[in-house]
């Protein structure tokens, strides 16, 4: 599979806007959640607010109830920001690889709790997420799935 994305993850060198900016929409059929459940749907918007990037995420879970929209700034220096809202972190560690690849680390209290490695493919079309907890008692290993909308 690793293999796959990395012929994937490269798009057109004329593409001059960054290509996460935009609506990104939960494709369940093509996500695997480990353990689970799957939320019902997720919703990740991208935007740009002069010079940076903000994120937020909107979640509906398994039992149909709307989460608490998690905001973050997309601050790809590889230092330590806030991330509001959510349940498992308290803080964002990102570093770009290019514009199509990226890797985060998500604290809490200081304390890695989850890693994700994010790619976007199909010519800027699909964003992929594949985030793992390395909890010892309930380890998470996720592939997600966006579509561009």
Known sequence: MFLTLGLSWQAPAADSEDPI??????NLSKS????????QSQIRIYRREGDEIFVTIDTVDSH???????????????????????AIGDALMLKRINNYLAEATVMHGGSVVAV????????????????????????????IVYDRQ
């Open 116 to 143: 994700t490695r994010r790619i976007i493919t199909d010519n800027g079309k699909t964003l992929m997420l594949i985030y793992q907890e390395p909890s010892t008692e309930r380890p998470v290993d996720n592939v």
């Open 32 to 39: 695997k959640y480990i353990p689970g459940p799957a939320p």
């Open 64 to 86: 149909g109830k709307k989460q608490p929209r998690i905001e973050f700034p997309e601050k790809a220096d590889g230092k330590e920001y806030p991330v509001k809202g959510s």
């Open 21 to 26: 900016l935009g609506t990104w929409k939960l």
